[in-house]
């Protein structure tokens, strides 16, 4: 009774269906040229083919009698044939041999035929299938050569009549198998000849397929493309028409500022229509378009956001209505963008075109590098028209280094996972990223004509940088498919080195006057290296007593604590005589606190001593080397909200290297140490205050005042505890006190520093700032954390306890599960699939790092020996390497928000908060 029900439902849809496609060809028939019909009419059909075909199946499961079947499978290819011919009259149609939909429908034909022949359990079944097949491949045949008839470009019609030949052939195959098949139908060597002659033919047919559905997909594109330029045009002409009846200047102001972010973006976008139009065919050109259609989505979806939030403020009726429609268009244009992007993706990314096309890309950047090198020879090289307005050349050039990095490390482990579609990103990233440097290079080397030596240098090295990229995605694209081979994964890690390596170089060549921290950074990495050296050499015993020398260590720190301030303070500085001031200034303070400290060295009598002064050092070494690192990276995006906090967060990492030494090392009163350290903490609050124009952290307005309010009644015991027990001399209740006092007065300014901020941006005039994709501050913290604990764990002198190392490894696993959902919240927000990838490669790098860990310290825990204590030390290093490359990575320009802009009364609101903060850190560090 099921299986009736099942027949008799079958039957009815079959109705159905061919019913509807009879009123549908009514229907369509007098503009049946539109493609838009042409598409309703091939879904009435391929709707009938599938009921039919369930009919099919249905019968064939009940049992029906022989002759019966064989009557039905005779009256569905009647049906079939009658299909065909639907499809034939809707070929005839003047425009119908411009689109691909009927190849698609024939396309699906044969997909589908050669679906049930293959699993066809009857030799009849598969007899009839195979006449299907071979009916409908004619079909195909016929309209590719139809095509190369009507097309102009030589190459295309060749390789259109070399498919259609192809698949006349394997028709021929096919029809000659099922005739063997048909006189030994029980043959199974027969049937399996008749299965391969069907699949051959759908990969043929899909393959011939391909160029003509990439051909729609691209003009698609373009038309998506052009609206999109087209809307984005009217927008910006509706807002500038806009601003002068705008009663809301901070609006307008960044509204204006996103209308140059998209006018920006459309000059390469349009550019890149041309190119397309005129070289469909060209691989790259296809590419560069995908990939400024990318880049404008954005910019135009927050135009979309600046105008609708302008809009409640226009005065002018008749020109809010103009940028209310025009801004409606272009969020309807940005839509049909997106997802005819998304369907030119499907039929562009493959690994082995995709990595070619990079290839491409990178011999074409090594070409205009040499054309550079040429230019500057004959003194002819000179900045484009336009560069002089826009970012610093040499802030670029560090930028794109930094990016070019990261896009190698993303190829790595893209190779590492042997995802085709991650290594197509990737590699195509590495190249785009190689073009913008060198773009930035050949900035660089115009910005000094006069120096020609100069010039020479560093497109030299950029042509290095760009030599050295070739070579890492060609040994990617050999070694795709062997993730497996260690020897093909270590010629990748010499390759990836080599360009790390070389852009160091390229960095180096920077001109003089364009260095800014460059010789800040060079003096710190030159001193680190003689630490190291110095660790196993004994140095000459100075005259001065250790008292002197100690003391000149304390002002030592004082001097570089205060520049580590002033390296932040100078960071939103536009001036690069402030900036090269400040350089200098750390410069200096760095070197006056090593020399301090090797003088302290020279005092120490014990090895184990002087060897764990110089590790401290070189802790200081490391932090200053990052710091000067952000700071150069914030001259190049001085505004960007996540770069103060991360500044703020490598000037903390500064001091507390700064007192971890001075406390193994510091002949004075454990609590005079605790009360030094508090100083120096809370004087590096003081940036927090200078500038309150961005987030500290994720607070709410009356979250931060709650917490204001708490920190002041701990800072209150705090003082007090101070002071009672400083009366009675109890020394350890006095450091505690202290320790609780330093740690109120910083929870107590960076609340205060967020309130000042959300009270400034909450001003009419103000436009608030929007969010990054990662909290930069929660990773900022649990960074340090990781690498405060993992510094227990490895100290040598003195040894951690196994107490010591349990408490670490608890904090290590807790701040590595906040980075892992760190991670996880980045990839879900990131529109970017590499980024995606990346993002969720790091939180596996981490977690799998953890694990290992833990499982080391549970070794060491139940055996502890100096071999697992090393063991456990590895862990953490391969650990800390994890944390380092995402924390690099995540710091991209591409995850941050954009900062807010604070009107003059914004800032004015703010003044007693920030005053009275001020007063706190200086009151505090007296």
């Given at each position: 009774?099921?299986?009736?029900?099942?027949?008799?439902?079958?039957?009815?849809?079959?109705?159905?269906?061919?019913?509807?496609?009879?009123?549908?060809?009514?229907?369509?028939?007098?503009?049946?040229?539109?493609?838009?019909?042409?598409?309703?009419?091939?879904?009435?059909?391929?709707?009938?083919?599938?009921?039919?075909?369930d009919l099919?199946?249905?019968?064939?499961?009940?049992?029906?009698?022989?002759?019966?079947?064989?009557?039905?499978n005779?009256?569905?290819?009647?049906?079939?044939?009658?299909?065909?011919?639907?499809?034939?009259?809707?070929k005839?149609?003047?425009?119908?041999?411009?689109?691909?939909?009927?190849?698609?429908?024939?396309?699906?034909?044969?997909?589908?035929?050669?679906?049930?022949?293959?699993?066809?359990?009857?030799?009849?079944?598969?007899?009839?299938?195979?006449?299907?097949?071979?009916?409908?491949?004619?079909?195909?045949?016929?309209?590719?050569?139809?095509?190369?008839?009507?097309?102009?470009?030589?190459?295309?019609?060749?390789?259109?009549?070399?498919?259609?030949?192809?698949l006349?052939?394997?028709?021929?195959?096919?029809?000659?198998?099922?005739?063997?098949?048909?006189?030994?139908?029980q043959?199974?060597?027969?049937?399996?000849?008749?299965?391969?002659?069907?699949?051959?033919?759908?990969?043929?047919a899909?393959?011939s397929?391909?160029?003509?559905e990439?051909?729609?997909?691209?003009?698609?594109?373009?038309?998506?493309?052009?609206?999109?330029?087209?809307?984005?045009?009217?927008?910006?002409?509706?807002?500038?028409?806009?601003?002068?009846?705008?009663?809301?200047?901070?609006?307008?102001?960044?509204?204006?500022?996103?209308c140059?972010?998209?006018?920006?973006?459309?000059?390469?976008l349009?550019?890149?229509?041309?190119?397309?139009?005129?070289?469909?065919?060209?691989?790259?050109?296809?590419?560069?378009?995908?990939?400024?259609?990318?880049?404008?989505?954005?910019?135009?979806?927050?135009?979309?956001?600046a105008?609708?939030?302008?809009?409640?403020?226009?005065?002018?009726?008749?020109?809010a209505?103009?940028?209310?429609?025009?801004?409606?268009?272009?969020?309807?244009?940005?839509?049909?963008?997106?997802?005819?992007?998304?369907?030119?993706?499907?039929?562009?990314?493959?690994?082995?075109?995709?990595?070619?096309?990079?290839?491409?890309?990178?011999h074409?950047?090594?070409?205009?590098?040499?054309?550079?090198?040429?230019?500057?020879?004959?003194?002819?090289l000179?900045?484009?028209?336009?560069?002089?307005?826009?970012?610093?050349?040499?802030s670029?050039?560090?930028?794109?280094?930094?990016?070019?990095?990261?896009?190698t490390?993303?190829?790595?482990?893209?190779?590492s996972?042997?995802?085709?579609?991650?290594?197509?990103?990737?590699?195509y990233?590495?190249?785009?990223?190689?073009?913008?440097?060198?773009?930035?290079?050949?900035?660089?080397?115009?910005?000094?004509p006069?120096?020609?030596?100069?010039?020479?240098?560093?497109?030299?090295?950029?042509?290095?940088?760009?030599?050295?990229?070739?070579?890492?995605?060609?040994?990617?694209?050999?070694?795709?498919g062997?993730?497996?081979?260690?020897?093909?994964?270590?010629?990748?890690?010499?390759?990836?080195?080599?360009?790390?390596?070389?852009?160091?170089?390229?960095?180096?060549?920077?001109?003089?006057?364009?260095?800014?921290?460059?010789?800040?950074?060079?003096?710190?990495?030159?001193?680190?290296?003689?630490?190291?050296?110095?660790?196993?050499?004994?140095?000459?015993?100075?005259?001065?007593?250790?008292t002197?020398?100690?003391?000149?260590?304390?002002?030592?720190?004082?001097?570089?604590?205060?520049?580590?301030?002033?390296?932040?303070?100078s960071?939103?500085?536009?001036?690069?005589?402030?900036?090269?001031?400040?350089?200098?200034?750390?410069?200096?303070?760095?070197?006056?606190?090593?020399?301090?400290?090797?003088?302290?060295?020279?005092?120490?009598?014990?090895?184990?001593?002087?060897?764990?002064?110089?590790?401290?050092?070189?802790?200081?070494?490391?932090?200053?080397?990052?710091?000067?690192?952000?700071?150069?990276?914030?001259?190049?995006?001085?505004?960007?909200?996540?770069?103060?906090?991360?500044?703020?967060?490598?000037?903390?990492?500064?001091?507390?290297?700064?007192?971890?030494?001075?406390n193994?090392?510091?002949?004075?009163?454990?609590?005079?140490?605790?009360c030094?350290?508090?100083?120096?903490?809370?004087?590096?609050?003081?940036?927090?205050l200078?500038?309150?124009?961005?987030?500290?952290?994720?607070?709410?307005?009356?979250?931060?005042?709650?917490?204001?309010?708490?920190?002041?009644?701990?800072?209150?015991d705090?003082?007090?505890?101070?002071?009672?027990?400083?009366r009675?001399?109890?020394?350890?209740?006095?450091?505690?006190?202290?320790?609780?006092?330093?740690?109120?007065?910083?929870?107590?300014?960076?609340?205060?520093?967020?309130?000042?901020?959300?009270?400034?941006?909450?001003?009419?005039?103000?436009?608030?700032?929007?969010?990054?994709?990662?909290?930069?501050?929660?990773?900022?913290?649990?960074?340090?954390?990781?690498?405060?604990?993992?510094?227990?764990?490895?100290?040598?002198?003195?040894?951690?306890t196994?107490?010591?190392?349990?408490?670490?490894?608890?904090v290590?696993?807790?701040?590595?599960?906040?980075?892992?959902?760190?991670?996880?919240?980045?990839?879900?927000?990131?529109?970017?699939?590499?980024?995606?990838?990346?993002f969720?490669?790091?939180?596996k790098?981490?977690?799998?790092?953890?694990?290992?860990?833990?499982?080391?310290?549970?070794?060491?825990?139940s055996?502890?020996?100096?071999?697992?204590?090393?063991?456990?030390?590895?862990?953490?290093?391969?650990?800390?390497?994890?944390?380092?490359?995402?924390?690099?990575?995540?710091?991209?320009?591409?995850?941050?928000?954009?900062?807010?802009?604070?009107?003059?009364g914004?800032?004015?609101?703010?003044?007693?908060?920030?005053?009275?903060?001020?007063?706190?850190?200086?009151?505090?560090?007296?």
């Amino acid at each position: 009774m099921e299986l009736q029900s099942r027949i008799i439902a079958a039957a009815t849809a079959t109705a159905l269906s061919t019913s509807e496609l009879v009123a549908t060809a009514k229907v369509l028939l007098p503009t049946i040229n539109s493609p838009g019909c042409q598409d309703q009419l091939l879904d009435a059909v391929r709707k009938v083919a599938k009921t039919v075909q369930d009919l099919l199946d249905a019968c064939k499961i009940s049992g029906v009698e022989k002759p019966l079947l064989e009557d039905l499978n005779e009256a569905a290819a009647k049906v079939t044939a009658a299909l065909h011919d639907l499809i034939g009259y809707v070929k005839q149609g003047p425009e119908v041999t411009q689109t691909a939909v009927p190849h698609a429908a024939t396309m699906e034909v044969i997909t589908e035929s050669t679906r049930h022949l293959v699993q066809a359990p009857e030799p009849s079944e598969m007899i009839r299938q195979a006449k299907i097949l071979a009916q409908a491949t004619a079909e195909l045949v016929k309209g590719l050569k139809s095509e190369a008839e009507g097309v102009t470009d030589k190459d295309l019609q060749r390789r259109l009549l070399a498919a259609s030949k192809q698949l006349a052939e394997a028709t021929t195959r096919l029809v000659e198998a099922a005739k063997l098949c048909a006189g030994s139908p029980q043959d199974p060597a027969r049937r399996q000849a008749m299965r391969d002659a069907a699949v051959n033919i759908k990969d043929l047919a899909l393959h011939s397929s391909l160029e003509e559905e990439k051909l729609s997909r691209l003009k698609k594109l373009e038309s998506a493309a052009k609206r999109v330029a087209s809307a984005s045009s009217e927008t910006v002409t509706a807002a500038k028409a806009s601003g002068p009846s705008n009663s809301n200047q901070g609006a307008q102001g960044n509204l204006m500022e996103q209308c140059k972010i998209v006018i920006e973006q459309l000059g390469r976008l349009i550019t890149s229509i041309k190119q397309t139009s005129t070289h469909p065919h060209d691989q790259v050109a296809v590419n560069q378009l995908i990939k400024n259609c990318e880049e404008v989505i954005y910019p135009a979806e927050d135009l979309v956001g600046a105008a609708k939030a302008a809009l409640p403020t226009v005065q002018d009726q008749q020109a809010a209505n103009r940028l209310r429609e025009s801004t409606g268009n272009l969020s309807v244009a940005v839509g049909e963008l997106r997802s005819n992007l998304n369907f030119m993706r499907e039929v562009t990314t493959t690994t082995t075109t995709t990595v070619e096309t990079a290839l491409t890309v990178i011999h074409t950047v090594e070409r205009d590098l040499d054309a550079f090198r040429t230019a500057a020879l004959n003194g002819n090289l000179v900045p484009l028209p336009g560069s002089t307005s826009g970012p610093d050349p040499s802030s670029k050039l560090q930028n794109t280094a930094k990016e070019l990095s990261e896009a190698t490390v993303q190829l790595l482990n893209a190779s590492s996972q042997g995802d085709g579609s991650f290594v197509a990103d990737a590699s195509y990233g590495v190249a785009q990223t190689l073009q913008e440097l060198s773009s930035a290079a050949r900035g660089v080397a115009a910005s000094v004509p006069e120096d020609r030596e100069a010039q020479i240098r560093m497109l030299d090295s950029a042509r290095d940088v760009a030599n050295r990229t070739a070579n890492l995605v060609d040994s990617v694209r050999d070694a795709f498919g062997k993730q497996g081979d260690p020897a093909y994964h270590s010629h990748l890690v010499d390759a990836a080195r080599e360009v790390a390596a070389a852009l160091n170089r390229c960095l180096q060549c920077l001109p003089e006057k364009n260095k800014d921290y460059g010789n800040a950074i060079r003096v710190v990495e030159e001193t680190s290296a003689k630490l190291i050296a110095s660790v196993t050499i004994t140095p000459p015993r100075s005259n001065q007593s250790v008292t002197e020398i100690q003391m000149q260590l304390q002002n030592a720190a004082a001097y570089l604590n205060e520049a580590a301030g002033d390296v932040v303070t100078s960071a939103s500085s536009t001036s690069r005589e402030t900036i090269t001031g400040v350089a200098e200034h750390y410069s200096t303070a760095y070197k006056g606190f090593v020399e301090s400290g090797m003088q302290v060295v020279s005092a120490e009598s014990e090895p184990p001593r002087r060897q764990e002064i110089v590790r401290g050092l070189q802790d200081v070494s490391t932090a200053s080397h990052r710091l000067l690192l952000l700071a150069r990276q914030s001259h190049g995006q001085p505004h960007a909200p996540q770069m103060k906090n991360q500044l703020t967060a490598a000037a903390r990492a500064v001091t507390e290297s700064i007192n971890g030494l001075l406390n193994y090392c510091a002949s004075s009163l454990p609590s005079q140490k605790e009360c030094d350290n508090a100083i120096r903490r809370i004087q590096q609050l003081r940036p927090l205050l200078d500038t309150c124009s961005a987030p500290v952290n994720s607070r709410s307005y009356y979250e931060s005042l709650d917490s204001v309010l708490d920190s002041s009644r701990v800072l209150g015991d705090g003082m007090a505890g101070i002071s009672n027990s400083a009366r009675y001399g109890q020394n350890d209740e006095f450091i505690q006190a202290v320790r609780n006092t330093s740690a109120a007065v910083q929870a107590l300014i960076e609340n205060a520093a967020q309130a000042a901020y959300l009270i400034g941006i909450s001003d009419p005039s103000s436009v608030e700032g929007k969010a990054g994709i990662i909290d930069h501050k929660e990773m900022t913290d649990a960074v340090n954390g990781i690498q405060e604990a993992s510094r227990v764990m490895t100290s040598n002198k003195p040894p951690a306890t196994q107490q010591q190392m349990l408490q670490a490894a608890t904090v290590i696993a807790k701040y590595s599960h906040t980075l892992c959902s760190s991670c996880r919240t980045a990839s879900s927000r990131s529109s970017n699939p590499v980024a995606k990838r990346q993002f969720v490669q790091s939180a596996k790098d981490i977690a799998t790092s953890t694990a290992n860990m833990v499982r080391g310290v549970k070794t060491l825990d139940s055996n502890f020996n100096e071999q697992n204590r090393q063991e456990c030390a590895t862990q953490i290093n391969n650990l800390l390497r994890s944390i380092n490359e995402l924390s690099n990575y995540a710091s991209s320009p591409e995850f941050a928000g954009s900062a807010g802009q604070l009107s003059h009364g914004g800032r004015k609101v703010q003044e007693p908060i920030i005053v009275s903060g001020k007063c706190i850190v200086d009151a505090s560090s007296r």
